[in-house]
């Protein structure tokens, strides 16, 4: 199972992120790979930054990169930190993955042994780039699309006290991991942004209903949006929310 954003999609978010830009004056992003810490990634320090600045690390989904995502930095407000991490398992130049896709009992779900990998990968990443650029420890948000989302999904919930707040976009809880799911009051601080396409046929809508219903039982502060027409993509009014919400963040 594959979960590609659409050509469009990417296309047209590039553009907005140029718009943007230009709107705003931003200099341009750091466009340097690093390699120094437990993930590769890319880093957009804020123009205008508190001290210490809140971050976005953003979590690409299968076959991407981690300049997928980066180009919504731009669209950010402008307060955030953005971070892009690139995933540690190589499909091919350029295209990589966070785990390996299965299905089990005719439902999505991943290679246990890769999900925990990149799962502990990124709890180390997170305290290792919080502690390089000195961002605020207790503003830390995970931005995830598809495989990035799961992840973000399985990071924040198994350990909320380095999160405060999840986007996810076209994400899923596995079944898989619904065991390690346990109410606890750490996670009661933890904000979550969910959307969905109504019309995404590689993760169906209805996980993300699952996921909205699980996470409501745990009385968490939640948005949760689906967007009619939408398939395993963001387009601009998913966009546009997400940064709504992260501007009353």
Do not use: C
């Not at 890319?42 to 991407?64: A, D, E, N, Q, Y």
């Amino acid at each position: 199972m594959k979960y590609f954003s659409k050509i469009f999609a990417v296309l047209f978010l590039a553009v907005l992120a140029i718009g943007v830009r230009a709107q705003t004056g931003n200099p341009s992003p750091d466009s340097q790979l690093h390699s120094d810490l437990s993930l590769k990634y890319l880093v957009h320090l804020p123009s205008k930054p508190t001290s210490p600045p809140p971050v976005i690390i953003l979590l690409h989904g299968m076959g991407s990169n981690e300049q997928d995502l980066y180009s919504l930095q731009a669209a950010f407000p402008q307060k955030y930190a953005v971070v892009s991490a690139r995933a540690p398992y190589t499909l091919a130049e350029g295209s990589y993955q966070w785990f390996q896709g299965t299905s089990v009992n005719g439902r999505l779900d991943g290679d246990p042994q890769q999900l925990a990998a990149s799962r502990a990968r990124i709890g180390r990443f997170i305290d290792e780039v919080v502690r390089k650029y000195g961002f605020d420890p207790h503003q830390v948000y995970l931005v995830g699309f598809s495989q990035g989302a799961i992840l973000s999904y399985q990071v924040a919930l198994t350990e909320p006290a380095k999160i405060k707040g999840i986007g996810i976009m076209s994400g899923a809880i596995f079944d898989s991991f619904v065991p390690l799911i346990k109410p606890s009051p750490q996670l009661s601080h933890l904000r979550i942004f969910i959307s969905h396409g109504q019309a995404d046929h590689r993760i169906p809508i209805s996980y993300a209903q699952e996921a909205d219903k699980r996470l409501e039982q745990l009385r968490l502060t939640l948005e949760f949006h689906v967007y009619p027409g939408m398939q395993h993509e963001i387009n601009q009014a998913a966009l546009q929310d997400l940064v709504n919400w992260l501007q009353a963040s």
